[in-house]
């Protein structure tokens, strides 16, 4: 987890901003943004960075369980109802995993 330098008046969400190789990333929190509870950072807690319209930004979360890969033919569309659905893509089944899928256009 790399140092994040605050900023002042910007939105609940935004925790910062980071340098990653020379190149300044905005930082938010993926639970504030999605409403979610907020937890203490652990040692488990990581920045990762998503690009979405040519747009990095550095998202922190709790925990990476891994990393994978999927196909379009393998993402189905999120049969839910309630608040903030439109954060959700989509969803993967991997075996007896599923992986919810966030809608960048909409959480960024």
């Known amino acids: 987890m790399a140092d994040v330098t605050k900023l002042p008046n910007t939105a609940y969400h935004i925790e910062g901003i980071i340098n990653l190789r020379g190149t300044i990333l905005p930082v ?3 639970n504030r943004r999605l409403g ?6 652990t ?10 319209k040519g747009n990095k930004v550095g998202m922190i979360v ?3 369980l891994e990393v994978g890969r999927y196909t379009n033919e393998e993402v189905e569309p999120p049969h839910m109802i ?6 959700l ?20």
Not at 82 to 87: H, I, R, S
Not at 89 to 108: F, S
């Open 28 to 30: 938010i929190s993926l």
């Open 36 to 41: 979610l509870p907020e937890t203490p950072g």
């Open 43 to 52: 040692e488990d807690t990581r920045i990762i960075v998503v690009e979405n």
């Open 62 to 64: 709790d925990c990476v």
């Open 82 to 87: 309630g608040d903030n659905m439109d954060f």
């Open 89 to 108: 893509k989509g969803v993967v089944k991997k075996g007896d995993q599923l992986w919810l899928l966030v809608n960048l256009d909409t959480v960024l």
